[in-house]
């Protein structure tokens, strides 16, 4: 697809996430050249508004550095990522640190929730972060937990919860700033195949309701599934994007 191409097919350029020719190389050879093929070897890819998209592709294909590069995290060798206008890429570490705080939600693999919080700060935290009073910020995360069905748990630390209940907390999370899009790695990779489904549900359903698009990574088609289109990653280029009916 070319530049051209991208231009035209997004048709809200400030609420779409669009990467454009991404590569990344890790490392330098002996010679200080490339010491391998790249992570990425030019991406192009749009993630429209309120949809969701999983990345996937087997072990050392370049989808969670795809992830990273999109999020923010890791700062391309080349290319763009363009999210309300501007260029992540060319963005300072301090603004990119800002954007992951308040317009990009994350879920980790593993929750990543403090053990030492109850599950509604662990909600709060991000807004707090941010500099929202306590009492504010745990009154917003006090309105995620029933949709998430988790009425009753917010004063439960990590260790007393199940790992479907966690990683709704950490879906909570995610959305307690009301992002304009979350970021998920392999959100169910330690879950069952039943608690699996459960947290996709609520996962895919609860951004759609905010309006958030949503990108997952994942080696899990029944994960994919849920998704309004998957892209295929191999040896850090797009081999198949494709659109289907999320469930």
């Not at 501007?86 to 990543?112: P, W, Y």
Request: proline share 5%; net charge positive; glycine share 12%.
């Amino acid at each position: 697809m070319s530049h051209n191409d991208l231009d035209n097919a997004s048709g809200h350029p400030d609420r779409d996430l669009v990467a454009r020719d991404l590569v990344m190389t890790y490392g330098k050879g002996r010679s200080g050249g490339q010491s391998g093929p790249p992570a990425l070897g030019g991406v192009d890819l749009i993630i429209r508004s309120g949809q969701s998209l999983a990345v996937m592709g087997p072990s050392g294909s370049g989808k969670t550095t795809l992830l990273h590069v999109l999020a923010g995290i890791l700062r391309p060798t080349g290319g763009q990522v363009l999210w309300r206008g501007r260029d992540i890429a060319r963005m300072s570490d301090r603004e990119r640190t800002v954007l992951r705080r308040k317009d990009f939600g994350f879920v980790f693999q593993q929750g990543m929730l403090l053990p030492e919080l109850p599950a509604i700060e662990n909600v709060a935290l991000p807004l707090m972060l941010d500099g929202t009073s306590r009492s504010q910020a745990t009154a917003r995360a006090a309105t995620l937990f029933a949709p998430l069905g988790l009425s009753g748990f917010e004063k439960r630390r990590p260790g007393e919860l199940s790992g479907g209940q966690a990683q709704r907390v950490a879906i909570a999370r995610a959305l307690v700033a009301r992002p304009g899009v979350v970021f998920a790695d392999e959100p169910t990779g330690a879950l069952d195949q039943t608690t699996s489904g459960e947290v996709m549900r609520h996962l895919t359903e609860l951004t759609a309701h905010t309006g958030a698009s949503l990108v997952v990574v994942t080696h899990d088609e029944n994960v994919a599934a849920w998704c309004h289109g998957v892209v295929r990653v191999r040896d850090g280029r797009v081999v198949e994007h494709s659109a289907q009916a999320a469930r």
